[in-house]
């Protein structure tokens, strides 16, 4: 778990990183197409990120829910599952 949570605690701040290199960017009024370009590849390691994570959530979190017959507890998660879903396709 440990190892996982370095990586994305890695992966974050590289992105970090990023968001910072696009802020020069603009102060540095360099090319719109080159910035657009930048703002896209964040966007596309942030969903990464998102996406290991709901991973993680499903993997644990929901299958706990499962696993511990409390219907309570698994009606819960799925709606907070299918919330999230829902605001991704937004």
């Known amino acids: 778990m440990t190892d996982c949570k370095d990586k994305r605690l890695g992966r974050l701040a ?7 290199g696009i802020s020069r960017m603009v102060a540095e009024d360099r090319y ?3 910035i657009i370009t930048q ?3 964040v966007q596309a ?3 990464k990120v998102e996406s290991e994570i709901l ?3 499903v993997s644990h979190c929901v ?3 499962i696993q511990s017959g409390n219907a309570e507890e698994q009606r819960t998660k799925v709606a ?5 879903l ?4 937004r």
């Open 55 to 57: 991973e993680n959530h």
């Open 86 to 89: 829902n605001r991704r396709l």
């Open 63 to 65: 299958e706990h829910a």
């Open 32 to 34: 719109c197409i080159d």
């Open 14 to 20: 590289r992105i970090e990183g990023q968001v910072r």
């Open 80 to 84: 907070e599952l299918m919330e999230v």
């Open 39 to 41: 703002i896209a590849a």
């Open 45 to 47: 390691a942030l969903r």
